[in-house]
């Protein structure tokens, strides 16, 4: 049986059109991506698009339909071929924690130590426990952590073996939002300092933004975009993938130019690289970021609703056309429902799906 040399970095993971299922229908469907070393990796999509089958078949859990997963030099699974699961050296963190109740805190974490000569594991629990910020919790037992305190020992413990790849499956979804957003970046700090390569699985854009490196979007099985999360929100390049992340609406306009369109908000110049011919109808993705509030423009229109955001305005505006769109403002111009305001556009790269 073909085995991983322990304890090195991933250098590279490669998914290549790899299709996963159940009685022979295909949930994942043809996904392709690398994942470099020290890279974290998201696999964003909405409930039961099939995040969790393609983990669960990098982790060795479900057989390849077709394609090939290899990490480095080695294929570890494609359809005639799978390296069992506990020679592939990756570790997993899960939604439901599942620490073992019986076992104290440094216990759980030297779980998988069992190889390990008895001072370098006891060193790596010490390591560790200041790691994840929990020295002197040794001792404890599960149940009197707290439920972000018991996910760092869980990613402790996952860990802890020095995995190449560490997978995620919703590992914050069980945790409040406050501690949510405390506990992500101190997750990807921890992963950063230990070079450790990872892939998460989320619904959660915001986390996803907030964690991952490379974010890999799906829909019903298919990878529809890999990219960084600045790529996916400023330039998604499916209409899905446009719609699912982020705030955003579409505008019926039409191409007039190399790198003009024209809307219900005038023509608009940017970048344009889907080399469009003039006079192609298009749907143009304008994002509450791209349209601010602006009291000199010559562009208008009604305030239909209205969030406050803290730092900001979001306005929802009805345009002449009866088009609504969102637009953004400084927490300063507090304007009322039914009033007139003007808009500016900065759209700089402009994206468009044909109609
Ligand atoms: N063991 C199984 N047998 C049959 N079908 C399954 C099995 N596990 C998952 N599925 C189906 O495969 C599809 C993808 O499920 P999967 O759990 O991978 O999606 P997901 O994106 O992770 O969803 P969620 O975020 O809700 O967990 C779903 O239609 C699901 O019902």
Redo the contacts with the bound molecule.
């Keep these: 049986m073909t085995s991983l040399p322990p304890h090195k970095l991933l250098k590279e993971m490669t998914l290549t059109d790899v299709s996963v ?3 022979g ?1 295909a ?2 469907k043809n996904a392709s991506f690398k994942l470099l070393e020290g890279q974290i990796g998201c ?1 964003l ?12 078949a990098i982790a060795g859990f479900e057989s390849l339909m077709v394609g090939e997963i290899r990490i480095d030099d080695e294929v570890i699974a494609s359809q005639s071929h799978s390296v069992n699961p506990e020679h592939r050296f990756i570790g997993m963190v899960f939604q439901d924690i599942a620490l073992f109740p019986h076992l104290t805190i440094a216990q759980n974490i030297a779980f998988g130590l069992s190889a390990w000569p008895k001072e370098a594991a006891q060193e790596r629990v010490t390591y560790l426990l200041n790691l994840v910020g929990l020295s002197g919790f040794e001792s404890r037992y599960p149940h009197s952590l707290s439920g972000g305190q018991q996910q760092r020992v869980a990613l402790a413990r996952a860990i802890a073996p020095k995995p190449k790849l560490l997978l995620m ?2 590992p914050f979804s069980g945790l409040d939002a406050k501690l949510r957003e405390e506990l992500v970046p101190d997750i990807r700090a921890i992963l950063q300092h230990e070079k450790m390569s990872a892939l998460l ?1 989320t ?1 959660d854009q915001m986390e996803a933004f907030a964690m991952a490196d490379q974010v890999s979007v ?1 829909s019903e ?1 298919v990878i529809h975009q890999t990219g960084s999360p600045y790529q996916i929100y400023h330039r998604p390049e499916t209409r899905f993938v446009a719609s699912f992340i982020g705030h955003g609406d579409f505008l019926t306009a039409t191409v007039c130019g190399p790198d003009c369109v024209h809307s219900d908000l005038g023509n608009i110049r940017g970048d344009l690289d889907h080399g469009f011919a003039d006079n192609t109808q298009v749907d143009l993705l304008v994002r509450p970021d791209d349209i601010l509030h602006d009291d000199d423009s010559e562009f208008v229109g009604v305030i239909v609703s209205k969030w406050f955001r803290g730092s900001h305005f979001l306005y929802r505006v009805k345009l002449s056309s009866g088009k609504v769109i969102y637009c953004f403002a400084s927490s300063h111009h507090n304007h009322s429902v039914g009033q007139e305001i003007g808009l500016s556009v900065h759209l700089d790269h402009l994206v468009m799906f044909p109609r």
């Design positions: 299922g159940y009685d229908d949930v994942v696999l999509g909405p409930s039961g698009c099939g995040k969790s089958t393609l983990l669960r499956d919703e699985v619904h799906m099985g």
